[in-house]
């Protein structure tokens, strides 16, 4: 496609369900990270994944997050049982390579009420 | 390790100059550096990779000084337009070679 497209753009759960986000990034692009960005604050890195390696997880901040790439292109961060705290926009970018420069999508606004 | 940015916030006039500082506790193999306008994706602007090289985009530029750890986002004669949060991502020489950004610098341009 021509840009990362990310789904839904907004999503709004009630706590304690699970909830997936779907990244589709720019074809040909072998690096994909998600990133999570709370009301006015940075970008937390969450997980990178670069090819056939396995992915960087260091980012994930507890047991309830969980993402995968199938066949190298989408991407999916699930969220299991949602709490408050998780609501934030998620980002997802990719990459040509893992030194080039990342495209972000739009991101999914999620809402835990 | 996640960069470092200063300042944090910067406050202009239409015109005037900025520099937004970037410093990592690693050694870098590369610089990012993006703007995110509110509401919207970052954006990209330039990358610069070890070697010291120093890059320009219209009236934005850069340097990395790789033996400091340091980058540093030049923004002269500001515009309106140029307000946003500028972030710098970096990633390292060696180890995990995911992108790591700084906490974000708000640049606020008022006529």
């Known amino acids: 496609g021509a840009g990362v497209s990310q789904s839904p753009s907004n999503k709004v759960t009630e706590k304690g369900k699970d909830v997936e986000l779907r990244c589709d990034p720019i074809?040909?692009?072998?690096?994909l990270y998600w990133y999570r960005q709370s009301l006015g604050q940075g970008l937390e890195f969450l997980i990178y994944?670069?090819?056939?390696?396995?992915?960087?997880k260091s980012g994930l901040p507890s047991d309830r997050f969980s993402a995968e790439r199938t066949g190298g292109s989408v991407s999916t961060l699930t969220i299991q049982r949602t709490q408050q705290e998780d609501s934030a926009v998620y980002l997802c970018?990719?990459?040509?390579?893992?030194?080039?420069?990342?495209?972000f999508g739009q991101g999914t606004r999620l809402t835990v009420v | 390790q996640q960069p470092v940015q200063s300042p944090q916030a910067v406050i202009l006039r239409e015109g005037e100059d900025a520099v937004i500082n970037c410093s990592s506790s690693?050694?870098?193999?590369?610089v990012h550096w993006y703007r995110q306008k509110h509401g919207e994706a970052p954006v990209f602007l330039m990358i610069?990779?070890?070697?010291?090289e120093q890059k320009g985009h219209e009236k934005i530029s850069a340097s990395f000084n790789e033996k400091k750890q340091q980058s540093s986002l030049y923004l002269t004669a500001s515009q309106l337009s140029y307000s946003g949060t500028y972030f710098c991502g970096t990633k390292p020489i060696q180890g995990a070679q995911k992108l790591v950004f700084g906490q974000g610098t708000r640049l606020t341009i008022n006529p």
């Open positions: 074809s040909g692009h072998t690096a």
């Open positions: 994944f670069q090819g056939n390696s396995a992915p960087d």
């Open positions: 690693k050694a870098l193999y590369s």
């Open positions: 610069l990779l070890k070697g010291g």
């Open positions: 970018a990719s990459s040509l390579a893992s030194y080039g420069e990342a495209f």
